[in-house]
């Protein structure tokens, strides 16, 4: 990925997380650029043993016409939605020279998504907010607000608004 930008978008396939992706794409996605969705699991399954090796680092980068494929699901553990895959096979039609790919990650959202800024390198990343409430934010946490806190590159949160 020399000489080009990897521009990260976190996605979980939610609302929240399309509109981050949706505005990544119309603002900040150029010619030439990598887009990499990054996914973390919550878990491991090991029904595969190529998932053994991969839940220290995550999945190789896993290019859009593998994300395709059916047997994507049972390979890595993650189901993209139809309506997802559409939006960025016309990307990569109608966008010259974009490279889409995903990096699926097992364990912390917070703390993964800081670590895959660093291993891929990111040049930037953007997040939706799930629009948490004041005290679910506080029991929770935040993921949007962690990476913003300790990612190491620019992070960009899309937010979510209830009555859209």
């Known amino acids: ?73 049972k390979k890595y553990g993650v189901k993209p939605d139809a309506e997802t895959l559409d939006f960025l096979k016309t990307l990569a039609a109608q966008k010259e020279q974009i490279v889409v790919a995903m990096k699926i990650l097992w364990g912390d959202a917070r703390e993964k998504i800081c670590e895959c800024i660093e291993s891929i390198p990111l040049s930037s990343l953007v997040v939706g907010n799930r629009g948490l409430g004041k005290i679910k934010r506080a029991i929770l946490g935040s993921v949007s607000n962690y990476v913003v806190n300790n990612g190491a590159c620019p992070v960009t949160v899309v937010k979510s608004h209830d009555h859209e």
């Open 1 to 73: 990925m020399e000489g080009h930008r990897a521009v990260g978008v976190a996605v979980d396939f939610s609302p929240c997380s399309k509109k981050a992706l949706k505005w990544a794409v119309d603002n900040l996605v150029h010619k030439g650029d990598y887009l990499i969705l990054v996914n973390v699991q919550a878990s491991v399954q090991y029904e595969e043993g190529e998932m053994q090796l991969w839940e220290a680092t995550g999945s190789p980068l896993i290019p859009l016409n593998e994300l395709v494929d059916p047997h994507t699901e």
